[in-house]
């Protein structure tokens, strides 16, 4: 028989709290006393008193520390950080000029370089601000998460700046309200990226307070816009803690009943979940809304949460666009009715993996009329009339992966198949960039041949049963002007190897820049 359940709010005398370390503590107390030093040697700088009152408030409540009893550090304290009082003459249009050019910076470089230049004087800590606390660096470990939150307590100013956050909960959620208090003070924060744990061998056990302590950081950014939860941990069937509630029926997920978190998440557009976040899924699930357009789900359990979740989803986000299933799907009968729902806007397709085998690719590209990528990953079997369906697809479709196909007995796919994909590339060659052909798949040179006619090719992957001769292999470098990531073994059958290499090089530096333009998808460096 089911438990009844009543939600409560999180019990923090039961909770497990996040111990500062007592070099932070320290650290804390320091900051605060140089804050209060310069308060008592500027006693008409309002913003000097304010700081002041807002370090010492903070040091008493986070650390339990008084900092006028720390007079004795006084002097290693002014010694320890004097140097950002050290003036700098330069005029506010050079210092202005210099920020923005290190703005440009790739962002790694970026933010050290901003670093840097506000240690220097006050004006250059104004400018630079501006750029630091947009995008602050990842906190991805507690040192950063305290001193951060110290940051913006000190300076208020600063939270309205910051767009993005990227930061680690820890695997026992200890470090939760620590998380809570920072998105609690960027009300205009945009992007929010949480990974949970650092530890693939450690489960993390979630608890009623996680449950609260999300909804708590999502109902504190109205503007929304990107979401990205992931997990870092090893999996644990028992991972819900006696204070989850658990009835007959599952868990009782917080998050899905918090009415609040509805318009919350009302500008939200783009949601990424990887790893074992399902019950962040089923939580926040009723509470997606139109304005979504971009789902990415990478984690088990997906059709175990809610009847008929594609079409249900379709029903709540009818805008979709992008979609991106890496886990593995049972069968196709939702999964197609929500996908024919989206066939006018959804552009992006990328599916892993079904276990039923079934032409379904063919049953819904006749309604897909916005696809520009279509990605099937080896899990999913195509069949001839899948690969004629796109082949008659009017979709401007630019990348197209192929998942796995039937081999014939000579290792190679069957005539139709073959010829199946040449209408495909010649239908789709005034669009098509990027062909990814399963590198088990061994295909005719024909395949090949017709990629000749795609002379915006930029991406090519395939197999053939034997060496093709070098004019093949070049031709492709004449017609297909922008092709540079091609098999390896077209090195071997290339009589222009040098021009090939200088595409590639190209190629790879451009990735590289971009790479270096932003951060990554998940944290950057962990504890």
Same mark, same amino acid.
């Given at each position: 028989?089911?438990?009844?359940?009543?939600? +409560?709010?999180?019990?923090?005398?039961?909770?497990?709290?996040?111990?500062?370390?007592?070099?932070?503590?320290?650290?804390?107390?320091?900051?605060?006393?140089?804050? =209060?030093?310069?308060?008592?040697?500027?006693?008409?700088? +309002?913003?000097?008193?304010?700081?002041?009152?807002?370090?010492?408030?903070?040091?008493?409540?986070?650390?339990?520390?008084?900092?006028?009893?720390?007079?004795?550090?006084?002097?290693?304290?002014?010694?320890?950080?004097?140097?950002?009082?050290?003036?700098?003459?330069?005029?506010?249009?050079?210092?202005?000029?210099?920020?923005?050019?290190?703005?440009?910076?790739?962002?790694? @470089?970026?933010?050290?370089?901003?670093?840097?230049?506000?240690?220097?004087?006050?004006?250059?800590?104004?400018?630079?601000?501006?750029?630091?606390?947009?995008?602050?660096?990842?906190?991805?470990?507690?040192?950063?998460?305290? *001193?951060?939150?110290?940051?913006?307590?000190?300076?208020?100013?600063?939270?309205?700046?910051?767009?993005?956050?990227?930061?680690?909960?820890?695997?026992?959620?200890?470090?939760?309200?620590?998380?809570?208090?920072?998105?609690?003070?960027?009300?205009?924060?945009?992007?929010?990226?949480?990974?949970?744990?650092?530890?693939?061998?450690?489960?993390?056990? $979630?608890?009623?307070?996680?449950?609260?302590?999300?909804? @708590?950081?999502?109902?504190?950014?109205?503007?929304? %816009?990107?979401?990205?939860?992931?997990?870092?941990?090893?999996?644990?069937?028992?991972?819900?803690?006696?204070?989850?509630?658990?009835?007959?029926?599952?868990?009782?997920?917080? *998050?899905?009943?918090? /009415?609040?978190?509805?318009?919350?998440?009302?500008? *939200?557009?783009?949601?990424?979940?990887?790893?074992?976040?399902?019950?962040?899924?089923?939580?926040?699930?009723?509470?997606?809304?139109?304005?979504?357009?971009?789902?990415?789900?990478?984690?088990?359990?997906?059709?175990?949460?809610?009847?008929?979740?594609?079409?249900?989803?379709?029903?709540?986000?009818?805008?979709?666009?992008?979609?991106?299933?890496? %886990?593995?799907?049972?069968?196709?009968?939702?999964?197609?009715?929500?996908?024919?729902?989206?066939?006018?806007?959804?552009? /992006?397709?990328?599916?892993?993996?079904?276990?039923?085998?079934?032409?379904?690719?063919?049953?819904?590209?006749?309604?897909?009329?916005?696809?520009?990528?279509? @990605?099937?990953?080896?899990?999913?079997?195509?069949?001839?009339?899948?690969?004629?369906?796109?082949?008659?697809?009017?979709?401007?479709?630019?990348? $197209?992966?192929?998942?796995?196909?039937?081999?014939?007995?000579?290792?190679?796919?069957?005539?139709?198949?073959?010829?199946?994909?040449?209408?495909?590339?010649?239908?789709?060659?005034?669009?098509?960039?990027?062909?990814?052909?399963?590198?088990?798949?061994?295909?005719?040179?024909?395949?090949?041949?017709?990629?000749?006619?795609? %002379?915006?090719?930029?991406?090519?992957?395939?197999?053939?049963?034997?060496?093709?001769?070098?004019?093949?292999?070049?031709?492709?470098?004449?017609?297909?002007?922008? *092709? @540079?990531?091609?098999?390896?073994?077209?090195?071997?059958?290339?009589?222009?190897?040098?021009?090939?290499?200088?595409?590639?090089?190209?190629?790879? $530096?451009?990735?590289?820049?971009? =790479?270096?333009?932003?951060?990554?998808?998940?944290?950057?460096?962990?504890?």
């Amino acid at each position: 028989m089911a438990r009844s359940y009543t939600p +409560q709010p999180p019990n923090r005398d039961h909770m497990v709290m996040m111990p500062i370390p007592k070099k932070l503590m320290s650290l804390a107390a320091d900051l605060a006393h140089l804050a =209060r030093t310069v308060a008592d040697e500027r006693p008409s700088d +309002q913003d000097a008193q304010r700081r002041a009152h807002a370090a010492t408030t903070f040091v008493q409540e986070k650390c339990g520390l008084s900092v006028d009893t720390r007079n004795e550090k006084s002097t290693h304290s002014q010694t320890r950080y004097s140097s950002g009082s050290r003036s700098l003459h330069l005029p506010v249009e050079i210092c202005r000029s210099i920020v923005g050019y290190v703005a440009e910076f790739d962002y790694k @470089s970026k933010q050290k370089t901003l670093v840097a230049l506000s240690r220097t004087c006050r004006l250059f800590t104004g400018l630079a601000e501006e750029h630091l606390y947009s995008d602050p660096r990842d906190l991805d470990n507690i040192r950063r998460q305290w *001193l951060f939150l110290y940051s913006l307590t000190v300076e208020p100013t600063r939270a309205a700046r910051v767009k993005s956050l990227r930061f680690l909960w820890l695997s026992d959620g200890a470090n939760g309200q620590l998380l809570v208090d920072i998105v609690t003070s960027c009300c205009n924060a945009r992007d929010l990226l949480i990974q949970r744990g650092n530890d693939v061998d450690e489960p993390s056990p $979630i608890s009623n307070d996680d449950m609260v302590n999300l909804g @708590s950081m999502l109902c504190a950014c109205p503007l929304l %816009n990107s979401f990205h939860y992931s997990t870092l941990d090893a999996w644990d069937e028992d991972r819900y803690t006696d204070t989850a509630a658990v009835t007959d029926n599952g868990i009782v997920n917080l *998050l899905s009943e918090n /009415t609040s978190l509805r318009q919350a998440m009302e500008h *939200l557009s783009s949601l990424t979940l990887s790893g074992h976040p399902d019950w962040v899924l089923w939580g926040l699930f009723s509470h997606l809304s139109s304005s979504l357009t971009s789902l990415s789900l990478s984690m088990d359990s997906w059709e175990q949460g809610v009847d008929n979740p594609f079409m249900t989803l379709s029903q709540q986000c009818p805008f979709l666009e992008r979609l991106v299933v890496e %886990n593995t799907l049972a069968s196709t009968d939702d999964f197609e009715r929500a996908c024919k729902a989206w066939g006018r806007t959804l552009k /992006t397709l990328d599916i892993s993996s079904i276990e039923e085998a079934t032409p379904w690719v063919a049953r819904v590209m006749p309604s897909m009329i916005a696809l520009e990528d279509l @990605s099937l990953g080896r899990g999913c079997m195509v069949f001839p009339e899948d690969i004629e369906a796109i082949a008659c697809s009017k979709s401007p479709l630019k990348v $197209i992966a192929t998942g796995d196909m039937e081999m014939t007995g000579n290792d190679v796919v069957s005539h139709e198949l073959n010829e199946a994909l040449v209408r495909m590339i010649e239908a789709h060659s005034s669009t098509l960039e990027i062909l990814v052909v399963n590198e088990t798949i061994v295909v005719d040179i024909s395949v090949m041949r017709a990629c000749r006619k795609a %002379n915006n090719l930029k991406t090519l992957a395939l197999d053939l049963p034997r060496p093709p001769d070098p004019s093949d292999v070049d031709a492709l470098l004449d017609a297909c002007t922008n *092709l @540079s990531n091609v098999p390896k073994w077209f090195r071997k059958r290339t009589l222009r190897e040098d021009e090939w290499r200088a595409r590639r090089r190209a190629r790879e $530096i451009m990735e590289e820049e971009g =790479r270096r333009a932003g951060p990554d998808d998940g944290l950057e460096t962990l504890p």
